[in-house]
């Protein structure tokens, strides 16, 4: 509930500068889908939340969150760090070398602290791209908020990831799609090959959407969870928009939403 007004909120406010309509009350419908990621508790805690800081990396985790930085870190970065001894760095005693030399790589290019939050952000990644059961909850959950009068599906973070998989699987509905117009993905981390692979895309195969499903993908250049690019590249049917959310947090989901090309291809997706 909190979700969905502040979401609303943001929302309102973007398309409020546009001079455009608000939204109307019931119209946006939020699946709360992290709760399945505490495994049962009804509460959340070091002892509960298993992507905690205080939770140690598993030897896949760091596999992964090591695979993932190395598609996005610039090779000049980790040649600058080759040569630091890592114990002079503080970072994390329990993380591998390979991982913590990335984590000082990317760090070089988003600082205050942007190596560690991508790690952290890949845990939960990986748990929804190598958990099948898991992954097929959250979408099934998420597939009960569609209705005969969704157009729009907007996805944040690993939001955006769970939206595009449910809806290129066709698993949104009797008509696989109902009547979905738009996809708007902000903050996404599907511009890293690593999970474009967890989700059986080979490098080099475009994504791509059922119908004619238009696509908008909302990005901060210094957003380090996206590795700082968009998804064109990926494939010419997908439309970039570059915002910049300020150096607070350049991935919080509020400044993506209330951003001008979220306001736009919600105007656009409503025509």
């Known amino acids: 509930m909190q979700l969905t007004r502040d979401w609303s909120r943001a929302l309102n406010r973007g398309l409020g500068e546009l001079g455009l309509p608000q939204l109307s009350g019931g119209?946006?419908?939020?699946p709360h889908w992290t709760?399945?990621?505490?495994r049962g508790a009804n509460h959340l805690g070091p002892v509960d939340d298993v992507f905690d800081p205080a939770v140690p990396l598993t030897e896949?985790?760091?596999?992964?969150?090591?695979?993932?930085?190395?598609?996005?870190?610039?090779?000049?970065?980790?040649?600058?760090?080759?040569?630091?001894?890592?114990?002079?760095?503080?970072?994390?005693?329990?993380?591998?070398?390979?991982?913590?030399?990335?984590?000082?790589?990317?760090?070089?290019?988003f600082p205050r602290g942007g190596g560690k939050l991508f790690v952290s952000a890949m845990r939960e990644v990986r748990f929804y791209?190598?958990?099948?059961?898991?992954?097929?909850?959250?979408?099934?959950?998420?597939a009960e908020g569609f209705g005969a009068s969704t157009s729009m599906v907007i996805g944040h973070s690993l939001g955006s990831v769970i939206a595009y998989d449910l809806l290129?699987?066709?698993?949104?509905?009797?008509?696989?799609?109902?009547?979905v117009r738009t996809l708007v993905t902000c903050g996404s981390p599907l511009a890293i090959p690593s999970v474009r692979r967890g989700?059986?895309?080979?490098?080099?195969?475009?994504?791509?959407?059922?119908?004619?499903?238009?696509?908008?993908?909302v990005f901060d250049p210094a957003d380090?969870?996206?590795?700082?690019?968009?998804?064109?590249?990926?494939?010419?049917?997908?439309?970039?928009?570059?915002?910049?959310?300020?150096?607070?947090?350049?991935?919080?989901?509020?400044?993506?939403?209330r951003s001008t090309p979220v306001a736009r291809a919600m105007a656009d997706g409503y025509r």
């Open 35 to 38: 709760g399945l990621l505490a």
């Open 199 to 217: 989700l059986n895309i080979a490098d080099g195969e475009p994504l791509k959407l059922p119908g004619d499903i238009a696509w908008v993908n």
């Open 168 to 179: 290129r699987r066709g698993e949104c509905g009797p008509d696989h799609t109902f009547g």
């Open 60 to 109: 896949e985790e760091a596999d992964f969150a090591a695979q993932a930085l190395e598609d996005v870190v610039r090779d000049e970065d980790l040649a600058c760090v080759q040569r630091l001894e890592l114990q002079t760095l503080g970072l994390p005693q329990l993380w591998p070398a390979r991982l913590s030399r990335l984590v000082m790589a990317y760090d070089r290019r």
């Open 27 to 30: 119209a946006l419908e939020l």
């Open 224 to 257: 380090f969870i996206t590795g700082g690019t968009g998804l064109r590249a990926l494939s010419p049917e997908i439309t970039d928009a570059a915002v910049d959310n300020g150096i607070g947090d350049p991935h919080s989901a509020l400044r993506y939403l």
């Open 129 to 142: 791209l190598y958990e099948p059961v898991l992954a097929a909850q959250v979408r099934a959950l998420v």
